[in-house]
């Protein structure tokens, strides 16, 4: 199965939150962009920490037909050409099974680790700014549990005991997300060109936040956007080694400017 395009020898993979959209979901200055790439046949394919429910509603909302990966790299979906027939990719454990490995690392931790799913709607719209039909979609959850960040001084300790319940844990902007472990965005990408028989594809990838880093690191071309205060800590290093470029400003105005800069010269 192939992607619908005459250039996808390059693929711009990008995360959504903090990255193609700011942290209001406004991703306005990013459509001119997203308009000109598809002109031009280049597949556009979201990785987010997002529900599969959201991303197609923001695929519907802006005119996306690509393959799209959720849930932090828990699974990924498709429609197969001319369809609307949907295909999907599962690479993580279900979020039942997470959701009771959850309670488990909270039992040897010492405290309850709060998922996302048990806050009230008031809580989740104060957390996230999301309401309505918004916070429906984003409980939809299959192959993640989002939960509220622990304090930093626990996180090392948190990190070893999923480990040893065969999980990892990811953090976004808002939350921490418990994952299968090996599941990420970056093992998601290497899938889903094995699964569409495309292994010579280039990845551009664009990324805001450290549950982003899997993706950049296999990425032919990585770029960080940045918030309005600057680039993710977790980022840094890769910036300042020149694996990681830096996107001139920040969120879907940065990642408009960088996509036209490097595909220009590409």
């Excluded at 529900?51 to 393959?67: C, N, Q």
């Excluded at 490995?101 to 719209?125: A, F, H, Q, R, V």
């Excluded at 065969?166 to 418990?178: K, V």
């Amino acid at each position: 199965m192939k992607l619908n395009s005459n250039n996808s020898n390059w693929w711009i993979v990008t995360d959504i939150d903090g990255t193609l959209m700011d942290h209001d979901y406004n991703l306005e200055p990013a459509l001119p962009t997203i308009k000109w790439l598809k002109e031009l046949s280049i597949p556009i394919i979201p990785c987010t920490s997002k529900t599969a429910s959201e991303v197609r509603e923001l695929r519907r909302d802006i005119g996306l037909l690509d393959p799209f990966i959720v849930e932090n790299g828990g699974a990924v979906y498709g429609n197969k050409p001319s369809s609307d027939i949907e295909w999907e990719l599962v690479l993580g454990e279900r979020y039942e099974d997470l959701r009771s490995k959850l309670k488990l690392i909270s039992l040897e931790l010492g405290y309850s680790l709060k998922p996302l799913n048990d806050l009230t709607n008031i809580e989740i719209s104060e957390l996230t700014g999301l309401k309505g039909k918004a916070i429906e979609l984003a409980l939809d959850r299959q192959w993640s549990v989002p939960f509220l960040n622990p304090p930093n001084s626990d996180r090392n300790r948190l990190s070893e005991i999923a480990l040893g319940y065969g999980t990892t844990i990811y953090q976004g902007n808002r939350m921490s997300h418990l994952l299968a472990k090996g599941s990420h965005k970056g093992r998601a990408v290497v899938k889903l060109k094995r699964f569409l028989n495309q292994p010579d594809a280039k990845i551009i990838a664009l990324g805001d936040s450290q549950n982003d880093l899997p993706l950049l690191e296999i990425a032919d071309k990585a770029i960080v956007v940045p918030s309005k205060s600057g680039p993710n800590p977790f980022l840094k290093h890769g910036i300042e080694t020149g694996n990681f470029a830096l996107a001139p400003a920040p969120h879907s105005e940065g990642w408009s400017l960088a996509i036209r800069d490097l595909i220009s010269r590409i």
